[in-house]
Structures are given as C-alpha cells and as structure tokens.
C-alpha cells in the first residue's frame, strides 16, 4: 500500500552543523505532513507540522519543505546541538479532516547523531 | 494529567497468556490512535477511534489484538494468546480537531511488552 518512507537510516553531523533530514511520501492525496522526533525510550514528540497548501515552515531552528511535485518532505535542523539526537519520524495524514478512517502513516525513521 | 498516559510501562507475559494495555487521552481529544513499534521499526498504525464512528481496525494484524474505547476517552488494547512476536513497544496518541483541519497526534510514552 501507499506508504512515507525516509532516504537514510542513520546521519551523523558535527554539533553545531545544520542537519536535513528527508522523506518520500507516494499519497498525493495526503494533505498534513507532521515530522517527529524520538528519543529512546520515549513517545513521538511533535516538532512541527505543514499542510499541503504550503510549501515551507519555520519554526525555532527547525524548517521543514514541502515539494508536492516531487512527493517529497524534508526536515532541516540548525546548528544541530547534542540533544537533537534522537529518530526522526516524518508522517502524513491523508484525506479528510478528522483523518477519516486514515490513521497516521509514518516511515521507518532517521537515526540523527549529532558527534562532539 | 495534561498528556497521554499509558500503564503499564512495562509488562511481561508468558506466551499465550492475554494482556491489556491502557490509554488515557488527554482530555477532551476525540481522536485515539494505536500504534505498535519494534525495536529499530516505525510506528505500525493498529487502530483508530475517532468520537462515535466506528473504529478503524485494518491495522489489527490478527484477530487476537482487539480495542475498546469506553465513553470516548479511556481505551484499552488487549492481545489474546500472546505470542513472542507480540513483544514490541505499543504506543498511544490522541488528537483533537479544528474545525476541518487536521492537528498533530500527541504520544504516550508507550507500553512495552515482552512475551517470554
């Protein structure tokens, strides 16, 4: 079935790098992307969210990108600090509002590792 | 409390033996979600309860996983038989919604369970 899926499993950047982390979605009808970040051990945490009618959002030194036409959805991270390691998880929500009969669909997830 | 709760946080079981697993949502939220996740995987969506609709159980991988939530709030997994493939860590989110638009899915910290 239609599925997120994410490029790379593991990526490793110097603390303070900006990181960019991405995914592929193949639901053109999927119209609410949430990326999340999980450190071990824990629940999803949300990070930040965009909707279809958008192509980017800010939010405290996280970006994320949306480009409908290539079906793709990418996470940037600045100056990357050592508590930004953790996996990242992009998701979509797709169809109607409220999900319908759609749960959230999310990918196998990046293993960020943020090296001193 | 003001987020998911989930209990209990560990569990152990021997195998064929049933389990049940709790959710609290936060207050107010109308949407629940089930997730499983093995170690190293993504979230596998489970089941997905939305105000009084009936559910969506497509992502229930056998008839031995079966979910209830009462009075639109507390819900609870159970695994009939439990089998070692069962051991994962399953997680829980709930969501609200505004108006037509869809909202991020707050997590629990999850259950994990180990079928010995």
């Known amino acids: 079935g239609e599925s997120v899926g994410l490029h790379l499993p593991t990526l490793s950047v110097q603390e303070g790098d900006n990181s960019i982390i991405n995914c592929a979605y193949s639901n053109s009808a999927s119209d609410y992307f949430i990326w999340y970040k999980q450190e071990s051990g824990k629940g999803p945490q949300f990070i930040i969210d965009i909707r279809s009618n958008m192509d980017k959002r800010q939010g405290q030194r996280v970006t994320v990108l949306l480009n409908k036409t290539v079906k793709h959805l990418s996470l940037q991270i600045a100056a990357t600090q050592p508590g930004d390691s953790a996996v990242y998880f992009c998701a979509e929500n797709r169809g109607k509002s409220g999900g319908g009969a759609d749960g959230l669909t999310f990918g196998k997830g990046t293993h960020l590792i943020i090296q001193p | 409390g003001a987020g998911v709760s989930q209990s209990p946080s560990n569990k152990v079981t021997e195998k064929g033996k049933d389990v049940e697993l709790r959710c609290d949502p936060i207050?107010?939220?109308?949407?629940l979600y089930w997730y499983r996740q093995s170690l190293g995987q993504g979230l596998e969506f489970l089941i997905y309860?939305?105000?009084?609709?009936?559910?969506?159980k497509s992502g229930l991988p056998s008839d031995r996983f079966s979910a209830e939530r009462t009075g639109g709030s507390v819900s609870t997994l159970t695994i009939q038989r439990t089998q070692q493939e069962d051991s994962a860590v399953y997680l829980c989110?709930?969501?609200?919604?505004?108006?037509?638009?869809?909202?991020?899915?707050?997590f629990g910290q999850g259950t994990r369970l180990t079928v010995v």
């Open positions: 309860f939305q105000g009084n609709s009936a559910p969506d």
């Open positions: 207050s107010g939220h109308t949407a």
């Open positions: 989110a709930s969501k609200t919604h505004r108006g037509l638009m869809n909202t991020e899915a707050f």
